[in-house]
């Protein structure tokens, strides 16, 4: 069986960025992300424009995720999606175990845990499939911006996120129904004044009592929701819903973890400044780690991964450079920067 000699625990920022510079520092790497899609938080806020990482103009997370994704597949990593890693242990022969619920198991040097607050699954609603998944016309973080243009868009829940949603899409789409199930919205003052002036129909003190699905069952036609003191019912009809009642997060750090790793406030794993846990051969970066000094942020991520990285070369090879020189990339780079270059002087 093979032996990585880095295994990267999530793919958000953190992970993403620790594989593009494995690549760099000549080892091979395994990426294992639990959702079915690359990116980590970001996902959550895929439309909001980052403008706060250096070196690129303000673009939507949804863009910028791209970005990530194309500099982490530089050197080929293996990337495994909708893979969570469910147990890990120390071998007699020094190698880590990983076992993940695809019922897989991989050998690797090291480990970098760039699992963020652990992962992140939407709330149970009454907009998904028996099986569990979303309904076609239902979004849960929103990545189809294009889908919900002079449409009648129906958004669930009353705090930030859902009131951001109704601001942003009341000049756009065709109509926009707010539902609420309690009597007052949660979100910034002037946001609420927003949402309540006049674009948006509001409902607050709702329940959603029932839904009409298209024939096959995949698409949501109508909602009915109940006023809680009234009792009355009305049926609204709709193209698209966006659901914003939360996410569970979740970080047992491994159903299974027998190499000794712990957790501290629910969601972080003490480090170093270098990223170095108690365990040797398992550093953790980006937000799952902490130290006096971290930055959680996208930006704090990328200073992480570097440290991670570098400190796993070192466990591997003792003898190897500390910190990646730039003539230790330059053999490595070197066609793909004479490539890089053509296609800029050409343009
Ligand atoms: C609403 C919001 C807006 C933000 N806006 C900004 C901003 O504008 N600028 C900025 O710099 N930062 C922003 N941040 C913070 C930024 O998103 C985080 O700092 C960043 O995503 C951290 O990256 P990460 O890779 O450490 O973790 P995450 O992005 O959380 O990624 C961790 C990944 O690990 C996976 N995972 C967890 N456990 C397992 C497991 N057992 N097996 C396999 N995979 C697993 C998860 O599914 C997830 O995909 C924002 C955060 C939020 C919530």
Redesign the pocket.
């Known amino acids: 069986m093979e032996v990585y000699d880095v295994t990267i625990?999530?793919?958000?920022?953190?992970?993403l960025y620790s594989s593009f510079y494995s690549g760099l520092r000549a080892m091979n790497v395994q990426i294992?992300?639990?959702?079915p899609y690359l990116?980590?938080?970001?996902n959550?806020?895929s439309e909001?424009i980052?403008?706060?990482?250096g070196g690129i103009p303000p673009m939507p997370?949804g863009q910028f995720i791209q970005h990530l994704v194309n500099q982490a597949k530089t050197f080929q990593p293996t990337i495994r999606n909708g893979?969570?890693?469910?147990s890990l242990k120390k071998r007699a022969d020094g190698n880590f175990q990983l076992e993940t619920t695809k019922g897989k198991t991989y050998l690797t040097k090291t480990i970098l845990l760039?699992?963020?607050?652990?992962?992140?699954d939407p709330s149970p609603t009454p907009f998904f499939t028996n099986k569990g998944e979303p309904l076609k016309n239902v979004q849960i973080a929103v990545t189809d911006f294009e889908a919900l243009k002079q449409k009648r868009v129906f958004i669930s829940g009353g705090g930030q996120s859902a009131i951001d949603w109704a601001n942003t899409l009341a000049p756009i789409a065709k109509e926009v129904t707010l539902v609420y199930r309690r009597e007052a919205f949660k979100a910034h003052e002037s946001e609420i004044e927003r949402v309540t002036s006049g674009l948006v129909k509001c409902k607050l003190q709702a329940d959603l009592v029932d839904k009409k699905l298209s024939a096959d069952g995949k698409i949501i036609e109508a909602i009915t929701i109940r006023n809680k003191e009234t009792a009355e019912e009305e049926m609204i009809l709709v193209d698209e819903v966006i659901v914003c009642h939360g996410f569970n997060q979740k970080?047992e750090l491994?159903e299974q973890n027998d190499v000794g790793l712990e957790v501290f406030n629910e969601y972080y794993v003490e480090t170093t400044p270098q990223t170095k846990t108690a365990i040797p051969g398992i550093f953790a970066?980006?937000?799952?780690a902490s130290y006096s000094g971290k930055v959680?942020?996208?930006?704090?991520?990328f200073h992480d991964a570097i440290n991670a990285v570098n400190a796993a070369k070192l466990y591997i090879d003792p003898k190897a450079d500390a910190i990646g020189t730039v003539s230790t990339y330059a053999d490595k780079l070197k066609p793909k920067v004479a490539k890089i270059w053509e296609q800029y002087t050409t343009e």
């Open positions: 625990i999530g793919g958000g920022p953190a992970g294992i992300e639990a959702q990116g980590g938080k970001l959550l806020y909001k980052v403008w706060d990482v997370a893979e969570k890693v469910t760039a699992m963020g607050n652990g992962t992140l970080n491994f970066l980006g937000d799952a959680h942020l996208i930006a704090g991520t």
